[in-house]
């Protein structure tokens, strides 16, 4: 079963700080991951999608990597904005799910001004 | 977001009582998803749909049942609502099962069962 693990739980940072969060996964057989952010109350916003073939995606100040074989992605976000504070969540779309996205629990990110 | 919408976005219901949410979309994607949020559980599937009147179920299915009789709207119907039925249910769709432009959700239905 593919499980998917995101660390920090939360994390509060000083407004301008460069950051990354974490996310690891169990079954290294994945389409690709997909990094979302949900503000309180909200959906969620789609920020990068990284194929299974691809190393990294880049999307402003947002940077997000993804290394297969050891299952493992990281989100970098570069002078951190109070605008930026959301949830932060991770998910994969395994090769054998049926099409099933996996998510992590996520990460509360809180940027202080 | 644009695209895919949900309705309602806010409902409070009986226990006992049937309730239906609905899921539009103008993207014409293939496969369609709802998911529950729920704290300390996250995101869960409860079922999706690859395809008109191609339905199956995910890992939280009990007590929900869906239909999609149109490519645009796939609907979750709760046959007799239960408390621990109140969440946040989200929908989702997709191009195709390998995600090649990823999914995409809608704001969500705040559901309250009293």
């Known amino acids: 079963k593919q499980e998917v693990t995101q660390i920090p739980a939360a994390l509060s940072v000083p407004e301008g700080e460069n950051l990354v969060l974490n996310c690891s996964f169990t079954?290294?057989?994945?389409?690709?991951l997909q990094w979302f952010r949900q503000d309180p109350g909200k959906g969620l916003t789609s920020l990068l999608l990284i194929q299974s073939s691809q190393r990294e995606q880049t999307s402003g100040r947002l940077n997000a990597s993804l290394d297969k074989s050891s299952g493992r992605s990281t989100l970098y976000i570069a002078a951190s904005q109070p605008g930026d504070s959301a949830t932060y969540l991770c998910?994969?779309?395994?090769?054998?799910?049926?099409?099933?996205?996996?998510f992590g629990e996520g990460t509360q990110l809180t940027v202080n001004p | 977001d644009a695209g895919i919408t949900q309705s309602p976005r806010h409902k409070v219901t009986e226990t006992g009582t049937p309730v239906t949410l609905r899921c539009h979309q103008t993207e014409n994607h293939r496969y369609m998803y709802w998911y529950r949020q729920d704290p300390g559980h996250g995101l869960r599937l409860i079922h999706y749909?690859?395809?008109?009147?191609?339905?199956d179920k995910g890992e939280v299915s009990d007590g929900y049942s869906v239909s999609r009789s149109k490519t645009e709207d796939f609907l979750l119907t709760l046959e007799s609502a239960t408390s621990s039925q109140t969440s946040v249910y989200f929908c989702?769709?997709?191009?195709?099962?390998?995600?090649?432009?990823?999914?995409?959700f809608g704001s969500g239905t705040r559901l309250t069962v009293v």
């Open positions: 079954d290294s057989a994945i389409y690709n």
């Open positions: 749909s690859y395809g008109v009147k191609d339905t």
């Open positions: 989702a769709i997709s191009l195709n099962s390998w995600g090649e432009h990823g999914y995409t």
């Open positions: 998910a994969v779309l395994k090769e054998t799910s049926g099409s099933r996205l996996t």
